[in-house]
Nanobody, 132 residues
């Protein structure tokens, strides 16, 4: 049974930092894109960051939403089947439930990693609240 389990959410003041972790089990995700999305109340689920598997699954490429570039850093460890999201300089608008996702978000060779409907596996989410 495939599972993605997030951890590390919490309450932090604006300007602070949090580190989210996602542990995957049930299969090997080396060739999958591992991503983070977030969803604020009343809003759609938005792309945050992706760690895109490179050739042979030994390397990865990072992709970020414009709103988090320069503040968030994604990393993955294929040996451990984990993906982390280091979040610095947090802002109140970063408040949301953060979800880990895994999939192969391609169609006809086009990368569709920002679309939440292109992912096969999801975690249960972890709440991040940034106070002003």
């Amino acid at each position: 049974q495939v599972q993605l389990v997030e951890s590390g959410g919490g309450l932090v003041q604006a300007g602070g930092s949090l580190r989210l972790s996602c542990a995957a089990s049930g299969r090997t995700f080396g060739s999958y894109t591992m991503s983070w999305f977030r969803q604020a109340p009343g809003k759609e689920r938005d792309f945050v960051s992706a760690a895109i598997s490179g050739s042979g699954g030994r390397t990865y490429y990072s992709d970020y939403a414009d709103s988090v570039k320069g503040r968030f850093t994604i990393s993955r460890d294929n040996a451990k089947n984990t993906v982390d999201l280091q979040m610095n300089s947090l802002k109140p608008e970063d408040t949301a439930v953060y979800y880990c996702a895994a999939g192969r978000p391609y169609s006809g060779g086009n990368y569709l990693g920002h679309r939440y409907d292109r992912y096969d596996y999801w975690g249960q989410g972890t709440q991040v609240t940034v106070s002003s």
